[in-house]
């Protein structure tokens, strides 16, 4: 004769859902070698699917009891279930690597219940030994979100994150060209491939991205208007069940909605376009019609768009013996606000003209500026007295 608790033991898999007046929610039981398991949900249809989701794993062995669950079991489900495919490539791609590189190596092991605030602190201190205090900080973004979520699966109960201290990240001051450095770069760019992308951000304020994806219906010759409605970045593709991840570029909506916007087209730009609008008819005439069919203004040589780390990288070799100073292909776009800002724009004009998000981006160009002008000025007054 069976034993009694052998024979009414529950098997893998046996559930049901439930509502909770008294919680306001849907109760899901399931059972899981003969323990209860629970969960909640919001409404009848989630608690099926976590039930539905619950039974499928047990059934192909997949399972993992919350009890038992590693922080590396739980961020590569965290990984694939709600930020794969859900967010933006750049934003999964910054989840990735923080995840892979850092964070699942460092504290994996640990169980996702046993987590406490010094384990993550410990973690952040061994990153701050060799990397940037902004490369702490994306860790951080990357596993507080995690372990939100987790608290939201009801896995824990306390975001661990919260409890730690981050490193102070100061970032980087952008320079300016002097107004000699702008005219020799000027000269030096006069007649290269990708002169003219360089002078849209220098005399447009057009970004590195914005200035690669616009195509010919985007630039108004006559009424001297440039549409920037997209923009262009290189992201990895990234596959968990293979272990690998490869990089491509692509074409997407500006980040923010002030980034869409019009600006005007410099005067002396406009003899540059039509000359090269000659040269891109002769190549498609040339190629032919399936030669860069989306009408880019800029590609490489099989009509696609453009690699704008290239485009960069080429700025750095042609401007490494023309400057005392550093600068990077975005110092163009932030001599762009200089200038404004030298010669009296407003504040908020120049904002919308380079699709700040907010107008303390432009602030804190205009007061940099503005403390060299008061310098400079003072310099005149010594010299007189």
Not at 156 to 172: G, Q
Not at 272 to 278: A, Q, R, T
Not at 351 to 373: N, P
Request: aromatic share 8%; proline share 4%.
């Amino acid at each position: 004769m069976p034993n009694s608790k052998t024979a009414h033991r529950r098997g893998n898999g046996d559930g049901s859902i439930y509502y909770n007046p008294t919680r306001g929610s849907w109760v899901v039981q399931y059972y899981v070698d003969g323990q209860r398991k629970t969960k909640y949900a919001k409404s009848k249809s989630e608690a099926r699917d976590l039930l539905v989701k619950a039974q499928g794993m047990m059934i192909s062995g997949t399972y993992i009891d919350p009890s038992s669950m590693t922080l590396q079991s739980w961020m590569k489900i965290w990984f694939e279930e709600y930020m794969l495919g859900k967010r933006t490539p750049k934003t999964v791609e910054g989840h990735y690597n923080s995840m892979t590189n850092y964070i699942i190596p460092l504290i994996g092991r640990i169980k996702l219940k046993d987590l406490k605030g010094y384990h993550v602190q410990k973690m952040y201190n061994e990153i701050s030994k060799t990397r940037s205090a902004r490369s702490v900080q994306l860790v951080h973004i990357t596993l507080n979100v995690a372990l939100k979520q987790a608290i939201m699966n009801d896995l824990i109960s306390v975001n661990v994150t919260d409890k730690c201290v981050l490193p102070k990240h100061y970032p980087k001051k952008s320079r300016a060209l002097t107004l000699e450095e702008q005219t020799a770069f000027v000269r030096l760019i006069r007649g290269h491939r990708y002169e003219l992308i360089y002078l849209l951000s220098l005399y447009s304020g057009l970004r590195r991205g914005e200035a690669i994806t616009l195509q010919w219906n985007d630039i108004d010759l006559e009424s001297l208007r440039i549409h920037i409605n997209k923009t262009a970045a290189r992201v990895k593709t990234i596959n968990p069940q293979l272990g690998d991840s490869k990089t491509k570029i692509i074409v997407k909506p500006p980040k923010s909605r002030s980034s869409e916007r019009v600006v005007p087209l410099a005067k002396q730009l406009v003899p540059l376009f039509k000359e090269h609008w000659k040269k891109s008819a002769e190549q498609r005439l040339a190629l032919g019609p399936d030669f860069n069919p989306e009408n880019y203004i800029f590609t490489d040589e099989s009509g696609s768009v453009l690699d704008g780390g290239y485009v960069s990288t080429v700025f750095h070799r042609l401007t490494k013996d023309l400057f005392e100073k550093p600068a990077t292909a975005h110092t163009l776009r932030h001599t762009f606000v200089t200038r404004g800002a030298e010669n009296g724009v407003s504040m908020k004009v120049m904002q919308e003209l380079c699709g700040h998000s907010t107008i303390d981006i432009t602030a804190d160009i205009y007061t940099h500026v503005s403390d060299e002008f008061k310098e400079k000025e003072f310099a005149k007054i010594n010299v007189i007295l």
